[in-house]
């Protein structure tokens, strides 16, 4: 007989609650693959992962975690197969229907970043909509990495900022760290402390360059439908062991 997994609803006792990470970022990868290990197709494996997204979200929430930030779809994701990518869009339009109103409960504060005029006009409206209908929420923020590429949002920040000086409301002189996040997609959220990558890849892939430059990097082999809250909770502890120094010496 199979023994189930003990869910963690509270803050484990050998986590610090003074030291947890403000904020997570996480590369869900491996959806395909832990497909195929099942014999699946691999649009199953992105279903699971939808339900383990929606799981670390909570998890966030009951550990005291403010914010979450997920990679969704990236600019390079159009590459897949034609089948794959439209049944994504599918499912983030039909995911988000079906949750706004629970997260809207919850005190979800939803935020979509990204170049989102290239996604399907029905996808753009729910997101309009999720976005206006939390957007006074104070509780998590959960922001949505969706057809994000962090090089380009580079470049779109320095192409506004351009725009500024050659209209002569900025200076050159003028433009520091703080002015050049204003043009970033997360304009105003806090950056990554802890960034979690699935699967086993050692690379960050073109997600939140800007952002995490001073986050902790954390890989597990597991693969994203596979992670857990106690998945998460290694993590946390992994984090927690960490001496952030920000380049500085005690």
């Not at 990236?74 to 049944?87: A, I, L, Y």
Request: a neutral charge; one cysteine or more.
């Amino acid at each position: 007989m199979s023994v189930e997994p003990i869910i963690l609803q509270q803050l484990p006792t050998d986590l610090s609650k003074d030291r947890l990470p403000q904020h997570v970022a996480v590369i869900m990868d491996g959806n395909g693959r832990w497909a195929k290990n099942q014999g699946k197709p691999r649009i199953i494996g992105h279903q699971k992962g939808v339900d383990v997204l929606k799981d670390l979200l909570r998890c966030c929430k009951d550990w005291g975690i403010p914010a979450l930030t997920a990679y969704a779809f990236s600019t390079e994701n159009w590459g897949r197969p034609h089948g794959e990518v439209q049944f994504l869009m599918t499912l983030f339009e039909r995911v988000l229907r079906r949750e706004l109103q629970e997260m809207k409960a919850e005190n979800v504060k939803i935020r979509f970043v990204g170049n989102l005029q290239d996604l399907p006009a029905s996808l753009r409206q729910e997101i309009d909509r999720s976005m206006e209908d939390t957007k006074n929420n104070q509780g998590i923020q959960f922001t949505v990495a969706t057809n994000y590429g962090g090089r380009h949002e580079i470049i779109q920040a320095c192409q506004a900022i351009a725009t500024k000086v050659e209209q002569g409301y900025l200076k050159s002189s003028e433009i520091n760290e703080g002015v050049f996040e204003q043009y970033l997609y997360t304009q105003g959220i806090p950056h990554p402390d802890l960034l979690i990558r699935t699967s086993g890849e050692m690379r960050i892939s073109n997600f939140l360059l800007w952002q995490i430059a001073y986050a902790e990097i954390y890989v597990t082999p597991a693969l994203w439908p596979d992670f857990n809250r106690e998945e998460f909770h290694q993590a946390l502890i992994t984090y927690q062991k960490r001496d952030r120094r920000f380049g500085k010496v005690k």
